[in-house]
């Protein structure tokens, strides 16, 4: 019944002040046009004054009947002229005049207000009075003080300082309120019908006062009427009265902001109401309590964010700070109505006012967007907690109301562009994330592809080759809900089928829109995958790690191929085809090319070890170096095959670098057969020698391929001395044989270069020739002995001779392009 009473009352209240305003308004142009006619005849005032007149004069010159001789006469005799009373003014700011003559007057203010409170309050603790004679004693108190405020308006020692009156009134103003609080919700003398009637008097009365007395005034009423129910005691009378009655409250001072173009007051207004909320959210419980300040702070913080600029305020953030102050007490509060239907109802009704205030006015867009990002973050506070309450209903009204509203807006800017966006993402993808039990697999995907649907619509609305931020976020958002919505049609583990699908789908789209960021958004789809497949390819980074570290079974810590080619397979071959395109991955290409190519080359390197399987020792020690042989040489083809093609040249250099790195560290290093027991035989000298022929037949390889060369044809002298298992001694036998073999590939070189005339190559030639007649000289003298030696000195003898005799006659030629000089 109170409640229908204090709607009645408030519709009352609302005509009243209505009515009022326009009678204000009414008398406020009449003084306007008071104004305009004293400054139109102030030039008048500055001409020669006539002689001074008695009142007893202008009254009888006003008469129409003709004076009499005495009164003519009385009228012509002049008086002492009364000079123009000075103005009151106080001197320049500064320390002096702030503490003597301007703050005192308004702490005294205070003081009055605060001195009628706790003599009431002392009467209370003492019982001196009754609860009646206590109220009537605070009502005749600022009734007392207003009637001063006029009287020291008259008085001739104080008319001169308004800030007399000016205090004095805001004073009273605030005993009443304080008085009638005190009445109606500690003491229960007047009934809700009188106390609301009293209230609504004694606001009428403060915007007449504060129209007669200005700005001070008003400052008084409003820290008086905030202050009042913290002295009197908010809680005596529940929280229903005192929120009505700073409803009430707070819609005088808008009313007198508004009129006075008052713009630090609604703004004051505003920030002490939803201060008040906070405050009562602090210290409240219950649901019925928490209601209300929901309710009153959904009004206030959408009531005051619209009115603000009808008061003056034209900042962009302080219009908006009523609006998001109010959506962070409406989620704060959320909790304590257990998600309900009533806390999302506030918070949804203040969302849909920061879309209207943002139709109206784009200033107000921050606000609907900031309303968006809480909604989400309310959203998944509530689906974490063990009662959602109608979190789910909410959701889907949250998603009509921002989708529908910023594709029905999409027009107008990126800022309704990235609403749609969020209300028709947000929603579902947080409901989905924490809340995946609330629907079947299948329906979640439908839900997810009809936001996907209305994300592609904006970016098919939106297309265009320039780079537009609003079209990248719509392609990215669809792309997302289509990721999502796939993966709920495919079985567990299968991510990488949709991920690969959208990896198409986003690259053809940049394909056909032709604009730079588009062609950027396949990586996300393949990034994804990565990620997505990070616990196999963790234990084949580990595997890898094995293995350069001297593991010889590396195929044992594998991961499962399964697991690899499921996770991976499609996404890289989708990124990698697409690479063919130039265009395709935009900035980003280099990072894509490394990204799949070191993914395809992981996939392939766990295919190659399958057919062997080695997993024991003696599996190692019989296939080993010819796994690993044939590994290297394939990826030496390959780099081979695309440089010599001239098609990406940045992977035939990485697939070269990788082989030659393979061979270095491990068929020379790591696991030499030589040093480890492998059943290598003549496949080492064919492996080094087929690695020297790619670098021969590359430009500025041809050192490496001199050094394979060399090494190839020691292996094969190894080869012919211990046969397959290459371990073992060095005899005199295979001595000799490295120094022949030595001298052999000396005499190649030097014939080769000759015939061909490569310099490079009888440089090489007679490298080798020097170095091999060091080691005979040096080595094979002390190793070898009897016949042996003979031998090895008696061949080196008769090579160096003819090969002296022979370069010599080639030098002494007639000098052609590229040869050296004959020496003289």
């Known amino acids: 019944m109170n409640l229908y009473l204090f709607l009645l009352l408030a519709c009352c209240a609302a005509a009243a002040f209505a009515v009022l305003k326009r009678r204000i308004d009414h008398l406020d142009r009449d003084l306007q046009a008071m104004e305009l006619r004293l400054s139109r005849l102030q030039p008048l005032e500055e001409a020669p004054a006539p002689p001074h007149r008695t009142p007893t004069a202008i009254r009888v010159a006003a008469e129409t009947r003709a004076p009499s001789q005495t009164e003519t006469t009385e009228a012509a005799l002049p008086t002492p002229a009364e000079g123009p009373r000075p103005r009151f003014e106080l001197p320049r700011l500064s320390f002096e005049t702030l503490v003597g003559g301007r703050l005192p007057i308004w702490i005294g203010g205070v003081a009055l207000v605060l001195a009628g409170f706790f003599l009431v309050r002392y009467s209370i603790e003492q019982g001196l009075l009754g609860p009646a004679a206590r109220t009537g004693i605070a009502a005749l108190f600022g009734l007392a003080l207003i009637a001063t405020s006029e009287g020291v308006r008259r008085l001739p020692a104080t008319r001169d300082d308004a800030r007399l009156g000016q205090a004095l009134a805001g004073a009273g103003i605030a005993s009443l309120y304080g008085t009638l609080y005190m009445a109606a919700a500690l003491y229960h003398l007047i009934a809700p019908l009188p106390a609301f009637a009293a209230v609504v008097l004694v606001t009428l009365g403060a915007l007449g006062l504060s129209l007669r007395h200005g700005p001070p005034t008003a400052i008084m009423a409003l820290l008086g009427g905030f202050l009042a129910p913290l002295v009197a005691g908010f809680s005596a009378a529940g929280i229903g009265p005192l929120l009505v009655y700073l409803g009430l ?28 909320a906070q405050f009562l959210i602090a210290v409240t419980d219950g649901q019925g309590n928490l209601a209300s300040v929901g309710g009153f702070t959904m009004l206030l913080a959408g009531g005051a964010s619209a009115l603000l600029p009808a008061a003056g305020i034209r900042n962009r953030w302080l219009r908006l700070l009523p609006l998001l102050t109010g959506m962070l007490q409406l989620v704060v509060i959320a909790p304590g109505l257990d998600f309900g239907p009533l806390a999302w109802s506030f918070y949804l009704v203040l969302a849909a006012a920061a879309l209207m205030l943002a139709w109206r006015d784009p200033i107000y867009l921050p606000g609907a967007l900031a309303s968006a990002a809480l909604l989400l973050a309310l959203e998944a506070l509530a689906l974490a907690s063990a009662h959602p309450g109608a979190t789910p209903v909410a959701a889907i009204a949250a998603t009509l109301l921002f989708a529908g509203t910023g594709h029905a807006l999409w027009s107008r800017g990126r800022g309704w562009v990235t609403l749609a966006l969020i209300g028709a993402s947000g929603p579902v993808l947080v409901a989905h994330g924490l809340a995946a039990d609330l629907l079947p697999s299948a329906i979640w995907g439908v839900l997810e592809a009809l936001a996907a649907t209305a994300c592609a619509r904006l970016a098919w609305l939106l297309r265009s080759e320039a780079d537009d931020p609003a079209l990248t976020a719509a392609t990215l958002a669809a792309g997302l809900l289509a990721t999502v919505a796939l993966a709920q049609a495919v079985p567990h583990g299968w991510l990488s089928l949709p991920l690969a699908a959208v990896l198409g789908a986003l690259a053809v789209w940049a394909r056909q829109v032709r604009a730079p960021n588009l062609f950027v958004l396949p990586i996300l789809p393949l990034l994804a995958a990565l990620v997505a497949a990070a616990p196999p390819l963790l234990a084949l980074a580990d595997t890898i790690g094995r293995s350069l570290f001297g593991e010889q079974l590396p195929y044992r810590h594998l991961p499962a191929l399964a697991d690899l080619l499921r996770g991976l397979a499609l996404p890289i071959a989708a990124a990698l085809a697409f690479l063919i395109d130039p265009r395709a991955f935009g900035r980003a290409r280099h990072i ?49 095959a695309l440089l010599r093609a001239g098609r990406l040249p940045v992977a035939a250099k990485a697939f070269l670098i990788l082989g030659f790195s393979r061979l270095l560290w491990f068929d020379l290093l790591l696991l030499n057969p030589v040093i480890v027991a492998q059943a290598a035989g003549p496949m080492l000298a064919l492996h080094l020698m087929l690695a020297a022929f790619w670098c021969w037949t590359l430009p500025r390889l041809r050192i490496a391929a001199a050094l394979l060369s060399i090494v190839g044809a020691l292996a094969a002298v190894r080869w012919m001395a211990h046969g397959t298992l290459l371990t073992g001694t060095i005899g005199n036998l295979e001595n000799g044989g490295y120094s022949a073999v030595l001298l052999v590939l000396a005499l190649a070189w030097l014939w080769r270069g000759i015939a061909a005339g490569r310099h490079d190559l009888r440089l090489a030639g007679l490298g080798l020739l020097t170095l091999t007649t060091f080691k005979v000289f040096l080595v094979d003298a002390a190793a070898l002995d009897g016949l042996l030696r003979i031998l090895s000195f008696l061949g080196l003898g008769v090579a160096l001779i003819a090969i002296g005799w022979a370069y010599s006659r080639f030098l002494a030629r007639p000098t052609a392009a590229g040869d050296v000089p004959p020496i003289t």
């Open 249 to 276: 409250f707070v819609a005088a001072l808008f009313g007198l902001a508004v009129h006075r173009r008052w713009g630090w007051l609604a703004f004051a207004a505003s920030f002490a109401g939803l201060a008040w």
């Open 592 to 640: 894509a090319a490394l990204l799949a190519g070191t993914g395809g080359v992981l996939l392939l390197y766990t295919l190659a070890k399958q057919p062997l399987a080695l997993a024991t020792p003696e599996d190692f020690r019989d296939w080993g170096f010819i796994e690993r042989g044939l590994l290297t040489q394939v990826v030496l083809a390959a780099g081979w």
